[in-house]
C-alpha cells in the first residue's frame, strides 16, 4: 500500500525518503460559501485572493477556519495598498504561510515582512517568468535575490517548454535553503508530479478539473494518483 493512500481527499503524504510530499491546492475563481466549504475540508489550500473577491470579514472567516493555508494576492485586481491591507488581514486572521512576489515595492514587502515575522507566518518569496524558464545563472542569481529577504521558502514558477527547462527547475532543489519550484504550461506538467518527490515544499494543484488557477496545474486526484504511483517504485 502506498505510504500516502490513507491521505484520500487530504493533501499530505510521506514520501519515501522521509520528507513530508504536499500538495497545496490553489483556491481561486470560486463563491465565498465554496471557498469556505474548500477550506473546511482540505489539509493545505492556498487562497488566491486576487481571484476570490472576498470581503475583508469573509478573508477572516476563510483564514481561521483553517491553520494551513497560504496567502496570495498578485498585482492586478488590487492596487498595492488593498493588496497590502488583504495579507495583512489574512496573516492576523492566522495564515499559516504568505507569498510575496520578489519584484514587490519595497514598501509593499517590508509591511507584509514585518507583519508575518510578528505574527509567525512563514514568508515565501516568490518569483514568476509566465514566458520562459531562464537560464541557470539568472535563476542563480533570483534565488540569491530571494535569499536577502531572509524567507522561509524560496518559490521559482517558469513557464517550462522542454524538459532541459524541466531539469533546469529541479535542479534549484539541489539546495540546502527549503525550495518550492513550478513548471507551468503542458511542457511543466513532469515537474509537478516529481518536484514534491525531490524535495520541493509542495506542489501545486487545482481544485475542480476545471478551476486551475495556473497553466499546466493538474487536478488534486489525478496528480496524487500520479505521486502515489511513483511511490510504490
Ligand atoms: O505561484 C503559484 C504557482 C502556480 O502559479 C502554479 O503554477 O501552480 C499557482 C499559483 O496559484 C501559485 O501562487
Known amino acids: 500500500m502506498p505510504e500516502c493512500a490513507a491521505i484520500a481527499s487530504h493533501a499530505i503524504c510521506d514520501a519515501q525518503n522521509g520528507h513530508r510530499v504536499m500538495i497545496c491546492i490553489a483556491l481561486g475563481n470560486l463563491t ?8 473546511n475540508t482540505l489539509d493545505f489550500a492556498e487562497i488566491r485572493l486576487d481571484m476570490l473577491a472576498l470581503t475583508h470579514e469573509q478573508v477572516a472567516t476563510v483564514f481561521a477556519a483553517n491553520s494551513n493555508l497560504i496567502a496570495t494576492c498578485r498585482p492586478g485586481k488590487y492596487d498595492d495598498d488593498e493588496r497590502q491591507r488583504l495579507l495583512l488581514n489574512a496573516i492576523a486572521s492566522g495564515a499559516a504561510y504568505v507569498d510575496i512576489e520578489m519584484d514587490a515595492a519595497d514598501a509593499f514587502k517590508q509591511a507584509v515582512i514585518q507583519a508575518a515575522r510578528a505574527r509567525g507566518t512563514k514568508i515565501i518569496i516568490s518569483y514568476h517568468d ?4 531562464p537560464l541557470r545563472e539568472e535563476l542563480e542569481y533570483v534565488v540569491r535575490w530571494c535569499s536577502e529577504f ?13 524538459p532541459r527547462d524541466n531539469a533546469r527547475l529541479l535542479g534549484l532543489l539541489d539546495s540546502d535553503t527549503p525550495m518550492l519550484v513550478v513548471g507551468m504550461g503542458e511542457r511543466g506538467k513532469i515537474s509537478r508530479v516529481v518536484s514534491p518527490l525531490l524535495g520541493s515544499f509542495c506542489t501545486f494543484a487545482s481544485y475542480t478539473s476545471d478551476k486551475a ?21
Open 150 to 162: 531572509n524567507p522561509d521558502i524560496i518559490k521559482i514558477a517558469c513557464m517550462a517548454h522542454s
Open 32 to 39: 465565498y460559501d465554496e471557498c469556505l466549504h474548500a477550506v
Open 213 to 233: 488557477t495556473a497553466p499546466g496545474q493538474l487536478f488534486k486526484d489525478d496528480i496524487q494518483a500520479l505521486i502515489e504511483r511513483m511511490q510504490q517504485l
Open 130 to 133: 509566465f514566458e520562459k524558464t
